[in-house]
């Protein structure tokens, strides 16, 4: 639209605002969007019901509450300072992280969940037209941050098996994302795996997102003091029980960890709230609880996967809290359709070779248990 | 630095790692950073001491706490929730600010922050090379978010009196940013003023951030009905007494709204953890303690500015939480360390036109006593 078009509505609309509701936002649309916002494809979150209780097996929530004693630190946190700014840079948080994983402070960055500390990384270590290359099937957001920095997406297939062909990450012209665990599909890869992934590629940034690396998968954490070009991610939201709370992190070269402090510092100082750094804290300190919980979740999720194939399911081996699961001879979208109208939600994907899975979150054993039941159900109807 | 210098360099690297810790991290930044990285001069936040207690009345935090009854509603959401993502609509909130302020909730975007909210009108609104316009003297983060999203700042000189000229912010070939009441000088300028600006750049966007506005400041809210141009920001850190929560919010034409969704949607799911959407919606509620905060906030503001004024100081005539001062014959960087050294800390900013100024927060009676018995000793000596 030329500019004097966009004039002549502007007249009309200022003598008549909001007289036509519909075409009065696309011409605002038309004036004020930037082409950042026109390029995006924002990320569909799982659904959070509001209205009826499911049995919520569709965003890879931990079926146990947070630690007690991270609530007790939030509750603690509760009173007057909450009139103060927190502290910007989350020292007591970072110094339990470095603790944590043996690196030192200065190799922690922390954020509001790892989805905020992976944009803030496409925005630290790559220029518009760059290219990243990740798989063809793993976690949707990285190309919803690709559209919106202007980042060229490669998708690198995975082989018939969902499983990540290393060679196909060797010497590539561009940065690297790979979620290990792999999500949706369950898969992991090894720690020498990722390191010839490393040593291939020491021009170009590495991220290893390891969201559910706590439910069986093997962390590159320790890396990262011998691989500048590492960038090792996580979250308190699967394993540590507080998807709530929105606290994520990463672990790199100190290099790396200022690039992504100065994104923040020029968005946002304080992207960690006072109850967020109180409870993360706390929550890292309780490695009883945190253990227990993740033990009991993998021993659900061996259970489940076993009860999955007798019923005739394919089922991906998971080092995650959730399976990646195929019927032979029933769709997805039907399954996951039959499911919720049953009160079961579960995760599906309109997407190339993986429209007939369903993502399906390790809950309590008891929800296994009501999931199981529905399930057999809905196949016996269906098949 | 070329190609093969880089090689050359991370051989010796890989064979010895860190031991030229200097060297290897200017290598591992020339290497990974991106352009953005590079041009980025992030801000400065006020000083969060951790080691000493000073009587703090540098980052225009609310002296008095937040309302019991937020505490209350974040106590009674410190519960095994926290293991479930928030909504991440923050629908409660929005459905909530859309009653106070007389709007619809798609008027509404809640932020971490006010500056995450800032950060994401910049994606929203602007494409690189883009002009923005405001004020030279104003809040500091505008330049912080022009520089990292490549958008052309041009400052328009406040006149000798530091109030902004709106003849100079009419028919402008660019977006617009006014701090209402402005930071950190304290004016305000009329909701009459405003509507100026807007009607003389319908063709541009407006963001009013009005931060300090419950403090005396006249507030746009209300024009957000008739102008779809404006969005206005505000935060619940000052008035609310809520800095260490993180939520802001910004009031527009949906289209507005719109557009920061789709960025928000591109970065991050979940900016608003579930205390901190609990915690807000009861902090609304409470308009009878809000009131009174504000109140005895400007009460003690009005009385400090009179002795400021008896002890020689000018004073800007002040619709926020803090007050701007300087003495005609001490240094701005010399007062603010000398009460530093008394245990007060306040802020000074080393730039252009106002290095002689401190920019005092308001704080409880109590404070604002000590302030000025340490204030009249630092003059005495210096004077």
């Given at each position: 639209?030329?500019?004097?078009?966009?004039?002549?509505?502007?007249?009309?609309?200022?003598?008549?605002?909001?007289?036509?509701?519909?075409?009065?936002?696309?011409?605002?649309?038309?004036?004020?969007?930037?082409?950042?916002?026109?390029?995006?494809?924002?990320?569909?979150?799982?659904?959070?019901?509001?209205?009826?209780?499911?049995?919520?097996?569709?965003?890879?929530?931990?079926?146990?509450?947070?630690?007690?004693?991270?609530?007790?630190?939030?509750?603690?946190?509760?009173?007057?300072?909450?009139?103060?700014?927190?502290?910007?840079?989350?020292?007591?948080?970072?110094?339990?992280l470095?603790?944590?994983y043996?690196l030192?402070?200065?190799n922690i960055f922390?954020?509001?969940?790892?989805?905020?500390?992976?944009?803030?990384?496409?925005?630290?270590?790559?220029?518009?037209?760059?290219?990243?290359?990740?798989?063809?099937?793993?976690?949707?957001?990285?190309?919803?941050?690709?559209?919106?920095?202007?980042?060229?997406?490669?998708?690198?297939?995975?082989?018939?098996?969902?499983?990540?062909?290393?060679?196909?990450?060797?010497?590539?012209?561009?940065?690297?994302?790979?979620?290990?665990?792999?999500?949706?599909?369950?898969?992991?890869?090894?720690?020498?795996?990722?390191?010839?992934?490393?040593?291939?590629?020491?021009?170009?940034?590495?991220?290893?997102?390891?969201?559910?690396?706590?439910?069986?998968?093997?962390?590159a954490a320790?890396?990262v003091?011998?691989?500048?070009?590492l960038l090792v991610v996580q979250?308190?939201?699967?394993?540590?029980?507080?998807?709530?709370?929105?606290?994520?992190f990463a672990l790199g070269?100190?290099?790396?960890v200022?690039?992504?402090?100065?994104?923040?510092?020029?968005?946002?100082?304080?992207?960690?709230?006072?109850?967020?750094?109180?409870?993360?804290?706390?929550?890292?300190?309780?490695?009883?609880?945190?253990?227990?919980?993740?033990?009991?979740?993998?021993?659900?999720?061996?259970?489940?996967?076993?009860?999955?194939?007798?019923?005739?399911?394919?089922?991906?081996?998971?080092?995650?809290?959730?399976?990646?699961?195929?019927?032979?001879?029933?769709?997805?979208?039907?399954?996951?359709?039959?499911?919720?109208?049953?009160?079961?939600?579960?995760?599906?994907?309109?997407?190339?070779?993986?429209?007939?899975?369903?993502?399906?979150?390790?809950?309590?054993?008891?929800?296994?248990?009501?999931?199981?039941?529905?399930?057999?159900?809905?196949?016996?109807?269906?098949?």
């Open positions: 639209m030329g500019e004097s078009a966009i004039l002549h509505h502007r007249v009309a609309l200022i003598k008549s605002p909001f007289s036509d509701k519909k075409r009065n936002e696309e011409i605002v649309m038309s004036i004020f969007w930037s082409q950042r916002v026109r390029n995006s494809q924002p990320y569909v979150a799982g659904e959070q019901p509001r209205d009826k209780k499911y049995i919520k097996l569709n965003t890879n929530e931990n079926p146990y509450p947070p630690s007690a004693k991270a609530l007790a630190a939030i509750r603690q946190a509760t009173d007057g300072d909450l009139k103060l700014y927190p502290d910007p840079e989350g020292t007591v948080l970072k110094e339990a470095a603790a944590y043996r030192e402070p200065g922390i954020g509001n969940g790892s989805d905020e500390v992976l944009a803030f990384s496409f925005m630290a270590f790559f220029n518009p037209g760059d290219k990243v290359f990740f798989p063809d099937i793993t976690y949707s957001f990285y190309v919803v941050y690709a559209n919106i920095f202007g980042v060229d997406c490669q998708q690198v297939p995975l082989d018939d098996e969902y499983t990540v062909d290393l060679e196909k990450m060797k010497g590539l012209p561009g940065g690297i994302i790979l979620a290990n665990p792999n999500a949706p599909t369950g898969r992991g890869l090894t720690v020498s795996g990722i390191k010839e992934v490393l040593r291939a590629n020491p021009q170009r940034i590495v991220i290893v997102d390891e969201a559910y690396v706590d439910f069986g998968g093997e962390t320790a890396l003091v011998d691989h500048d070009n979250t308190f939201s699967k394993s540590r029980s507080l998807a709530g709370l929105r606290v994520g070269h100190p290099a790396l200022q690039a992504l402090d100065r994104i923040k510092n020029s968005i946002n100082s304080y992207t960690l709230d006072r109850l967020a750094l109180a409870g993360s804290v706390a929550a890292l300190a309780d490695e009883e609880y945190f253990r227990e919980c993740c033990r009991k979740v993998v021993s659900t999720r061996e259970r489940v996967a076993a009860q999955l194939q007798d019923l005739g399911f394919v089922v991906l081996p998971s080092r995650t809290n959730f399976l990646f699961i195929a019927h032979p001879s029933i769709a997805g979208q039907m399954l996951f359709q039959a499911l919720k109208e049953r009160g079961i939600l579960v995760r599906h994907f309109a997407r190339p070779r993986i429209e007939n899975f369903l993502r399906v979150t390790i809950g309590s054993d008891e929800d296994m248990v009501a999931f199981m039941r529905q399930l057999e159900i809905v196949v016996t109807d269906m098949a």
